[in-house]
């Protein structure tokens, strides 16, 4: 009986239909609360200028290579 049901159900063309028609539906719910979500961003910015330090230009993933140790004859 099971199978019989159950291939009933799977080749039904308005059951297919209304399922496809679900998901749609379930698929858009997400979306519209994702835009009455509040967002947020932020914003950083350091600067070593007063520390006698020369300023220094991070890469995209804010990585900041520091120079090695100075010799006593290049100071």
């Known amino acids: 009986m099971r199978e019989a049901l159950a ?6 063309p308005s059951l297919n239909a ?3 028609e679900l998901r749609a539906t379930q698929e858009s719910v997400p979306q ?3 835009g009455a979500r ?15 330090e020369p300023p220094r230009a991070g890469g995209v993933d804010g990585a900041v ?8 004859a290049g100071r």
């Open 7 to 12: 291939g009933a159900y799977s080749g039904n």
């Open 18 to 20: 209304s399922r496809a």
């Open 32 to 34: 519209a609360r994702a």
């Open 38 to 52: 509040p967002s947020a961003s932020v914003q950083a910015r350091a600067s070593a200028i007063g520390r006698g």
């Open 65 to 72: 290579e520091r120079p090695g140790p100075r010799s006593a």
